[in-house]
């Protein structure tokens, strides 16, 4: 095994980048859709009637039905939003617009349903 010694200004600056890189890491993560989203606009669609909560536990929501399968992801600057609905098998597209961490707007066609996290 080789030894490798380095001086102190050196060792400094290495753990400096260290704590840079890992501070951004940390800084740069995703948005999320998990959780419990409260229709809180006058547009509805599925199951997203006004005041209506809809839940996103990673794998099912209830847009359509209790026991949908969605799939959330960014493509390019967007998000979008796949949904399955389990009763009929319908597949539809929508794209999200993150507001901020507790606030979206789902789009149905060019149809905002303004959505306000809840847990």
């Known amino acids: 095994m080789k ?27 995703e948005f999320t859709i998990e959780g419990k989203w409260k229709n809180v606009g006058d547009n509805t669609f599925g199951q997203a009637q006004k ?7 990673g794998t099912n929501c209830n847009w ?22 389990a009763l009929f098998g319908e597949n539809r597209s929508f794209t999200v617009e993150v507001v901020d961490s507790d606030n979206i707007l789902i789009y149905n066609g060019t149809t905002p349903i303004t959505m306000q996290r809840v847990e």
Do not use: Q, R
């Open 51 to 57: 005041n209506s909560i809809i839940v996103f536990n």
């Open 64 to 85: 359509y039905s209790p026991n949908d399968v969605y799939a959330f992801y960014k493509d390019g600057s967007d998000y979008t939003l796949d949904i399955t609905g």
């Open 3 to 29: 030894k490798i010694t380095l001086t102190k200004g050196i060792t400094l600056t290495l753990i400096v980048i260290a704590l840079i890189s890992l501070v951004t890491a940390c800084g740069s993560s």
